[in-house]
């Protein structure tokens, strides 16, 4: 027999559960739908959850009560080739001070933390149960069949936030089909260091946390690497476009042996123990490769609908995920009250999201996705970097030039003249 309610959520992630508090805290019956065993199970998140308004207001003291490791407070941007690495850091005391603006989190233990959150407000969670299928009336979706709890699920508007490869998403029609140069695979690993050698290889003190972003050293791949501390352990890995990964023919796992062979991996985490390794797609398409995210009785959030984008340096989903479910909860909110669930009505959401930070920063950034497709931005960039420091500092007797000049002959040599012209018009659209 059908249970009914009047919004099904599929996926209890920080989207579905965003959502599901939304909702609930509205006095409406709403369901969570999570594949795992418990929300984030599925998951090994080393990443950073920001200071987000839409989490700071529906649980204003969750810095004291959520599962926080470390918050952020050293920002460092490294450019590495095989024998060296140039690094700009970034350190502030507006960083130090609360409200922190982000923070390192395990997502198998906070995922849990926010799902119950929402289901102490009054939503249910159903686990180890995946969403199979959509449920059509008169072409309007009106619920889900589920596996692992054999039978159905009927409401009145469902929320899809079951992640990157939306299946419902596919079979509402509201996504093509995925193109590789448009997907990334996230390949990470968790490595267990006393908080003390964290603390000091890192010139960090208390709860302070350090968040790297590495570009180079990814063996002719496009993608860039990060490393975040945890209390007493290190999230180390890398981000590589799916196409550019099955071209060179390797496993991930390689790859990521390969990363950390660099000498400045090896130094930082020297005696760290592996505990946990993963691989994960992350959509990368940014804006353009966004699916529609409306039809009738149907909303999609989160990775689900492709709100990632990447600004160059950070790659930005988390805040956006959290943003996309509080605004769709928001849009089901009216849309009961209206007792009208067509998409004429579920429009709403894609006019909230398009006046939120959300769809804004996802369009100033719309051409930051093709720029990542550059191969230079991964090899002849830090080679560059590395060349002008190396001829700036080396004392071997031979007359020095200026900054500049150093700098153009170094890219002159790696790039040439055509080569740096065509990457200045590519930047310059992508980020100016």
Do not use: Q
């Amino acid at each position: 027999m059908a249970k009914y309610f009047d919004v099904i959520i599929v996926g209890a992630g920080p989207a579905g559960s965003l959502a599901a508090l939304r909702l609930a805290r509205a006095g409406l019956n709403a369901v969570m739908v999570e594949r795992g065993s418990h929300p984030g199970a599925k998951n090994m998140f080393g990443g950073l959850l920001h200071h987000t308004p839409v989490l700071n207001e529906l649980i204003p003291d969750f810095p004291e009560r959520a599962p926080l490791e470390r918050h952020v407070y050293k920002k460092t941007l490294a450019f590495l080739t095989p024998e060296a690495a140039v690094s700009l850091a970034f350190e502030s005391e507006d960083f130090e001070n609360p409200p922190h603006n982000g923070y390192t989190v395990f997502r198998p233990v906070f995922d849990k933390w926010l799902a119950g959150e929402a289901v102490k407000e009054g939503a249910l969670l159903l686990t180890e149960c995946a969403a199979d299928d959509l449920i059509k009336k008169d072409g309007r979706v009106v619920g889900v069949t589920v596996k692992g709890r054999e039978g159905e699920l009927r409401g009145n508007i469902v929320i899809a936030a079951d992640g990157v490869l939306s299946f419902l998403a596919e079979k509402a029609g509201l996504r093509k089909e995925f193109k590789a140069s448009d997907m990334g695979v996230g390949i990470k690993l968790l490595l267990g260091l006393p908080e003390a050698a964290i603390n000091e290889r890192f010139h960090l003190v208390r709860d302070e946390g350090a968040d790297i972003s590495f570009v180079g050293a990814t063996g002719g791949m496009r993608g860039g690497g990060f490393l975040y501390t945890n209390r007493e352990s290190v999230s180390v890995g890398l981000v590589v476009h799916l196409d550019s990964l099955r071209a060179a023919g390797k496993a991930p796992y390689d790859v990521l042996n390969g990363f950390l062979a660099h000498p400045l991996l090896k130094k930082l985490l020297k005696g760290a123990e592996p505990l946990e390794y993963s691989a994960h797609l992350i959509p990368e398409g940014g804006f353009k490769a966004m699916p529609r995210v409306y039809t009738d009785g149907l909303m999609v959030a989160g990775d689900a609908a492709g709100l990632v984008y990447t600004n160059g340096i950070n790659l930005e989903g988390i805040n956006l995920a959290m943003t996309s479910g509080v605004l769709a909860a928001e849009t089901a909110i009216k849309a009961l009250e209206a007792g009208d669930y067509s998409a004429r009505t579920l429009a709403l959401y894609r006019k909230k999201l398009d006046e939120s930070f959300v769809i804004r920063d996802m369009k100033t950034f719309k051409n930051a996705a093709g720029m990542m497709h550059s191969e230079r931005l991964y090899e002849s960039y830090p080679k560059i970097l590395a060349g002008v420091f190396e001829k700036m500092y080396r004392v071997d007797g031979k007359p020095r030039s200026k900054l500049l000049r150093l700098a153009r002959r170094e890219a002159l040599k790696e790039m040439g003249l055509k080569g740096i012209v065509a990457d200045g018009i590519k930047i310059g659209r992508a980020l100016l």
